[in-house]
């Protein structure tokens, strides 16, 4: 069985940091991508960044430049997102999740539709509120 779980997540004060987690379980994680994304009740989901496994590559919507690094541990099968200068408008539900085709990260991380990914695996999110 495929899972992805968040973890992480929580209450930060604007300019804090957070350090997402995002396990892996059920599949040989070298192959995939995996794309972090949030999303604000009411609003389209939107995608932030994403690391291929399968190259190492990285890559950061303008939401996340300069302020989210994303990494990989193929040992403990988890991704991070560490995010710092947090802002009132990072606040959302984070979500993980898998890619397992050869999908360059931009188009992992880029909406097909409203708020819709290509991605076969998700994981529940997990809420980051970030308060003034």
């Known amino acids: 069985e495929v899972r992805l779980v968040e973890s992480g997540g929580g209450l930060v004060q604007a300019g804090g940091s957070l350090r997402l987690s995002c396990a892996a379980s059920?599949?040989?994680?070298?192959?995939?991508?995996i794309g972090w994304f949030r999303q604000v009740p009411g609003k389209e989901r939107e995608g932030i960044s994403c690391?291929?496994?399968?190259?190492?590559?990285?890559y950061y919507t303008d939401s996340a430049k300069g302020r989210f690094t994303i990494s990989s541990d193929s040992a403990k099968n988890t991704v991070y997102l560490q995010m710092n200068s947090l802002k009132l408008e990072d606040t959302a539900v984070y979500y993980c999740?898998?890619?397992?085709?050869?999908?360059?990260?931009?188009?992992?991380?880029?909406?097909?539709?409203?708020?819709?990914?290509?991605?076969?695996?998700w994981g529940k999110g997990i809420l980051v509120t970030v308060s003034s």
């Open positions: 690391i291929s496994r399968r190259d190492g590559s990285t």
């Open positions: 059920g599949f040989t994680f070298d192959d995939y991508a």
């Open positions: 999740a898998a890619d397992p085709r050869p999908t360059p990260c931009m188009v992992v991380v880029s909406p097909r539709g409203s708020g819709m990914y290509g991605m076969d695996y």
